[in-house]
C-alpha cells in the first residue's frame, strides 16, 4: 500500500477513530487502526469490539492496499509531523512514514485478525439531525448505571415510535426520560438498549451539524453519517417499563431558577454529599450537615405551592437532574419524603425523577 493525503485530513481522521481504539485488550489487533485504500480514498477502521468507528478521506494512491498499525503510535506521528503532506508506505510487516523531512518506521499486525464490520443492515430511521440525538443524549447519559453487574442498567433505551424517539436510563436511584420529534417516519417501530459509553461517544462523534442515518446491523445498531460510519453493540434483555415509574400525581409543586438551585446545591455540596430540601410558606431552604465539618443553610427564592415537606436528595444527583433542564425555570413535584420526587421544565418532555435519602 502507497498513499498520500493532506496531513490535517489524515490526523483528523486518526483523532476521530482512535477514541475506538482498545490499547488495553487480550487481542492486540484491536489497539490498531486498519488502513483500507480505494481508487482515490483512504478508509481508517478502529474498534473495542462495543463500538466500531470508520472514517473515509480523500488521498492519492499509488499503490492499493490494507494495512493494521499501531493507532495510538500513528496518530501521534501524523499529529506531530511538519509539513502539508503525508506518505504512508506498507510491505513486508512495516508501515513507512513520511512527512517534510521526517520519516520513520512502524511494524504493522496482522490484518485477517482484525473484526470485519457488516455491511448488513436494515433501515430504521433516515434524515435525523445529530444536534437532536445529542441534545437528548446529554440529558439521559448521566442517570445510567456504572454498575457492570448491572449491564441493562449501563445502557439508554431508544424507543422508535411514529413521530418520536423516547431516549431514557436509569440506574435504579434516578431516571431521565426524554423524547425527540422527528418529521421523518421510522421505517419499523421497535426499541434496543445501547451503552451509554457509546452514546456519549456518538455525540461526540458526530458534533452538531450532520445528518444521520440509523439502522441495525447483526447485534449492533449502525450511524451513518456521509463518509462516516459508527457501529455499536445493542445491550440484550429487556429495560424497565419506565412509563409506570413516574408518578401521575403529586401534590407539592416548586418553581425555582435553574441557576440559583444548582448554586445553592454546589454550595451546600461542600459540607456534605446530601441536601435537605425544606419547602414552607416561606419559599424554599437548601441545607446540609456533617458531624466532623459543620453545616450549612441557605434560602433560595421559590414558588410553592401544595403543603410543607422536608426531603433530602444526593447532591450529585439532584445537579445532573437539573442540569438536564433547557430553561430558566426548573419544576420539582414532590410529595412525601419517603417518595421520588420529579424534576421538568414546563412545555419540555424531559423528566428527570430522583429517590429520596431517609433523615
Known amino acids: 500500500m502507497i498513499t498520500s493525503c493532506l496531513r490535517e485530513d489524515l490526523g483528523n481522521a486518526l483523532q476521530s477513530v482512535q477514541r475506538a481504539v482498545s490499547p488495553k485488550s487480550m487481542m492486540p489487533a484491536l489497539s490498531g487502526v486498519l488502513l483500507e485504500t480505494s481508487e482515490d480514498s483512504l478508509k481508517l477502521h478502529a474498534t473495542d469490539l462495543e463500538v466500531y468507528m470508520c472514517m473515509n478521506i480523500p488521498v492519492k494512491v499509488e499503490e492499493q492496499g490494507r494495512s493494521l498499525v499501531?493507532?495510538?503510535?500513528?496518530?501521534?506521528?501524523?499529529?506531530?509531523?511538519?509539513?502539508?503532506?503525508?506518505?504512508?508506505?506498507?510491505?513486508?510487516?512495516?508501515?513507512?512514514?513520511?512527512?517534510?523531512?521526517?520519516?520513520?518506521s512502524l511494524r504493522t499486525l496482522p490484518v485477517e485478525d482484525f473484526p470485519v464490520m457488516s455491511e448488513t443492515k436494515e433501515a430504521i430511521l433516515e434524515g435525523i439531525s445529530s444536534s437532536k440525538i445529542n441534545e437528548a443524549i446529554g440529558q439521559v447519559a448521566k442517570a445510567a448505571s456504572k454498575d457492570d453487574k448491572r449491564p441493562i442498567l449501563q445502557g439508554i433505551l431508544l424507543e422508535f415510535q411514529e413521530g418520536k424517539i423516547n431516549m431514557v436510563s436509569t440506574d435504579s436511584y434516578r431516571l431521565a426520560a426524554t423524547t425527540i420529534d422527528?418529521?421523518?417516519?421510522?421505517?419499523?417501530?421497535?426499541?434496543?438498549?445501547?451503552?451509554?459509553?457509546?452514546?456519549?461517544?456518538?455525540?461526540?462523534?458526530?458534533?452538531?451539524?450532520?445528518?444521520?442515518?440509523?439502522?441495525?446491523?447483526?447485534?449492533?445498531?449502525?450511524?451513518?453519517?456521509?463518509?462516516?460510519?459508527?457501529?455499536?453493540?445493542?445491550?440484550?434483555?429487556?429495560?424497565?417499563?419506565?412509563?409506570?415509574?413516574?408518578?401521575?400525581?403529586?401534590?407539592?409543586?416548586?418553581?425555582?431558577?435553574?441557576?440559583?438551585?444548582?448554586?445553592?446545591?454546589?454550595?451546600?455540596?461542600?459540607?456534605?454529599?446530601?441536601?435537605?430540601?425544606?419547602?414552607?410558606?416561606?419559599?424554599?431552604?437548601?441545607?446540609s450537615e456533617s458531624r466532623e465539618i459543620g453545616r450549612s443553610d441557605e434560602k433560595v427564592e421559590a414558588r410553592a405551592e401544595g403543603g410543607s415537606i422536608k426531603i433530602a436528595f444526593n447532591a450529585e444527583f439532584l445537579t445532573d437532574g437539573i442540569s438536564g433542564c433547557r430553561t430558566e425555570e426548573i419544576i420539582m413535584k414532590v410529595d412525601e419524603p419517603e417518595k421520588p420526587g420529579v424534576i421538568f421544565s414546563e412545555g419540555e418532555p424531559y423528566r428527570y425523577l430522583i429517590m429520596p435519602i431517609k433523615i
Open 70 to 104: 499501531s493507532g495510538r503510535l500513528l496518530t501521534d506521528i501524523v499529529r506531530n509531523i511538519d509539513g502539508e503532506m503525508v506518505t504512508l508506505h506498507s510491505s513486508e510487516g512495516n508501515m513507512t512514514v513520511r512527512g517534510g523531512n521526517y520519516e520513520s
Open 182 to 287: 422527528i418529521e421523518e417516519r421510522p421505517f419499523t417501530a421497535d426499541s434496543f438498549i445501547i451503552p451509554a459509553r457509546a452514546m456519549l461517544e456518538l455525540s461526540r462523534w458526530s458534533g452538531k451539524d450532520k445528518v444521520l442515518s440509523i439502522s441495525r446491523a447483526e447485534g449492533q445498531i449502525r450511524f451513518d453519517a456521509g463518509s462516516a460510519v459508527m457501529l455499536v453493540r445493542e445491550i440484550e434483555g429487556k429495560f424497565p417499563n419506565w412509563k409506570q415509574l413516574i408518578p401521575e400525581k403529586q401534590n407539592i409543586l416548586i418553581r425555582v431558577n435553574r441557576e440559583a438551585i444548582l448554586s445553592a446545591i454546589k454550595r451546600a455540596s461542600i459540607i456534605g454529599t446530601t441536601v435537605i430540601m425544606e419547602v414552607g410558606e416561606d419559599g424554599l431552604r437548601i441545607s
